[in-house]
């Protein structure tokens, strides 16, 4: 992997961890809680150091959401950890009910969104970003790097509503340095401008890293190519992605979710909605459960490494 | 610990009058789950005028967990100045603020309602923010006997001992009535006490106008050292009003301006033996919201 200036990439130690712990410390009335998954979701410090801002439900995911609603309403900003499929599949009526309706909030971080866990359909979850969206006033963010998701769990502490991160654990990759992309919940972030015409790639998550991947070949291959990266899921600047794709031959998104639901709808609902868009293909995960096994192994089977992607590219042109 | 404000019993039984008659009155435009909000009357004058200290600082707290019994709450925030009675009668109009299901916006109670099972989770989180902040405030859970049939309510009950959160208590509304009918046929939740107890609970069994029981419990509860407190609360739908009791097994209420005005004489201590006959003759209505 290499980051944005074409070096290897930095792997960093439980981002979250770092992250989480920074804002503790700053921040007496956050609350992290787990529901007995805090060693797998690089929940270290903060239950050690200060246990009085850690809580630990046990295997009660329901009761995650709920104690999260009881603090939130308590004067407390909780943020409840556990992994991306328990969030929004066992718990998310609890989630939108206890955390969601407002005016008290909260912050989930699901844990090894879409393929990055190696279990199959049980552990993995295709749809969250899909189920958020559609919940009115909810905030998605899908960081990219070590760097993205240290900045996005500071930016949800004050963010008005709830917000789901989804996150890596872990040996992490580091792509940015820290104040470098400013991060801001809504901003999209152009990664890579090649003219206004040829293919614009939009993506987000650790699929980003996918499509910068994929654009090493594309370059060796001569292939015009831009990428707009988008973290913020929701709230979202639409119209920057309306402009990014007008005019070009060809807009792809790619991403580790379904491509039902995720930022592949969220673009086809953009583009719908204007008058002069370039053809789209979503590339993502298709409406099947995925297999099980390592993230590479996965993104073989699925058309997903950087070679089926740069490859299914070149055909559409 | 500050205690509660003292008032005697025939005071509490004249609130528990009041809450009924505007429970009625809510009810008389479109119909409402009056049944229930005329069986939680007693208990709803005892928290409002005894046991919640809402002069403390942060004052306790009312966690309603079944939003279909709001009308007892609204009817006893309005004892308390929270709501205008004549507000209270827009119930379930559209547009209006007085929703048959609150929301956690809505003055005078602290979730949304109307999802089962997440009343005991939040009412639980706030009891362990307020306990690790050294702060005296208490948290009573208004919960029944159809909705600790969600797994969730076990998951809390489990976290609430774990944490050893004894300025919690939980009311078990214990009616034997849901949606499909009895709860002992839909699906038998019984015995209550011993469940809680089993999970490290303390608690007390306690008829739904028994007053002197009532207050005994709460008096039980603050002195439950490390334990949450249950009260499996024994009530009947349409307590207290004896002209109702033909729709003592609907879920929701409509009826006729005649039955509700019946309602209010009877509570006024009017004689209603020779309308009453008259009135047992009409069909009931079907009990759907």
Not at chain 1, 25 to 38: F, G, I, N, Q
Not at chain 1, 93 to 109: A, E, F, L, N, Q
């Amino acid at each position: 992997m290499l980051n944005l200036t074409g070096r290897p990439a930095v792997m960093v130690k439980a981002p979250f961890d770092t992250a989480i712990t920074e804002i503790c410390r700053k921040r007496p009335e956050v609350v992290v809680l787990s529901a007995d998954l805090a060693l797998y979701t690089d929940l270290f410090t903060v239950p050690r150091e200060l246990p009085g801002q850690f809580v630990q439900v046990g295997v009660a995911e329901q009761n995650l959401m709920g104690v999260a609603g009881g603090l939130a309403k308590s004067g407390c900003i909780p943020v409840a950890t556990t992994f991306a499929v328990y969030a929004v599949r066992r718990a998310y009526d609890h989630m939108v009910i206890s955390m969601g309706t407002g005016p008290s909030r909260g912050v989930v971080v699901g844990f090894l969104p879409g393929i990055l866990n190696p279990l199959r359909v049980h552990h993995q979850t295709l749809e969250d970003v899909a189920k958020l969206r559609s919940v009115p006033g909810a905030c998605i963010i899908d960081p990219m790097d070590a760097t993205e998701l240290i900045d996005a769990v500071h930016a949800s502490i004050d963010h008005p509503s709830l917000v789901y991160i989804r996150a890596e654990r872990g040996m992490v990759p580091k792509l940015l340095n820290r104040g470098e992309t400013a991060f801001a919940i809504g901003r999209v972030y152009p990664l890579r401008s090649e003219g206004d015409g040829g293919v614009g790639i939009l993506s987000s998550g650790v699929a980003t890293r996918w499509a910068l991947e994929a654009s090493v070949i594309l370059q060796s291959r001569d292939i015009a190519h831009s990428i707009l990266h988008v973290p913020s899921l929701k709230p979202c600047d639409t119209a920057a992605i309306a402009q990014f794709c007008a005019g070009r031959r060809l807009a792809i998104t790619v991403e580790n979710h379904s491509i039902i639901g995720g930022l592949g709808s969220l673009v086809a609902e953009t583009l719908a909605g204007s008058s002069r868009h370039a053809p789209l293909v979503r590339m993502g995960i298709p409406d099947a459960w995925a297999p099980g096994g390592s993230v590479d192994h996965i993104r073989r089977q699925l058309s997903l490494d950087a070679e089926s992607i740069a490859r299914n590219i070149m055909e559409l042109l | 610990m500050n205690a509660p404000g003292k008032c005697d019993i025939a005071e509490l039984k004249e609130t528990a009058r009041k809450i009924r008659k505007t429970v009625i009155r809510m009810s008389i435009e479109r119909g409402g789950f009056a049944g229930q909000g005329l069986a939680l009357a007693d208990v709803m004058a005892v928290l409002y005028r005894s046991e919640l200290r809402l002069q403390n600082s942060p004052p306790d707290r009312l966690v309603l967990s079944v939003g279909h019994n709001a009308m007892a709450v609204y009817a006893a925030l309005a004892e308390i100045g929270v709501y205008g009675h004549d507000e209270l009668t827009s119930y379930s109009a559209e547009g209006s603020r007085i929703e048959q299901v609150p929301m956690e916006d809505t003055p005078g109670f602290e979730i949304t309602n109307g999802s089962l099972g997440q009343g005991l989770s939040q009412a639980a989180g706030m009891a362990l923010a307020h306990k690790r902040r050294s702060e005296d405030t208490r948290i009573v859970c208004l919960s029944s006997d159809g909705e600790i049939q969600e797994g969730s309510v076990w998951e809390s009950v489990m976290f609430a001992a774990h944490y050893r959160l004894d300025n919690l208590v939980m009311i078990v509304d214990d009616n034997d009535m849901q949606v499909d009918g009895s709860t002992s046929d839909v699906m038998c939740v019984r015995p209550i006490l011993p469940k809680f107890t089993a999970f490290g609970w303390n608690g007390a069994v306690v008829a739904g106008d028994d007053y002197e029981g009532l207050l005994r419990a709460f008096e039980q509860s603050r002195s439950s050292a490390g334990r949450p407190f249950v009260i499996v609360l024994q009530t009947e739908l349409c307590a207290g009003v004896r002209s109702l009791a033909r729709f003592s097994r609907r879920h929701f209420i409509r009826a006729p301006l005649s039955t509700w005005n019946l309602a209010l004489r009877e509570l006024d201590g009017g004689d209603i033996r020779e309308a009453l006959a008259a009135e047992r003759e009409m069909p009931a209505d079907d009990g759907l919201p």
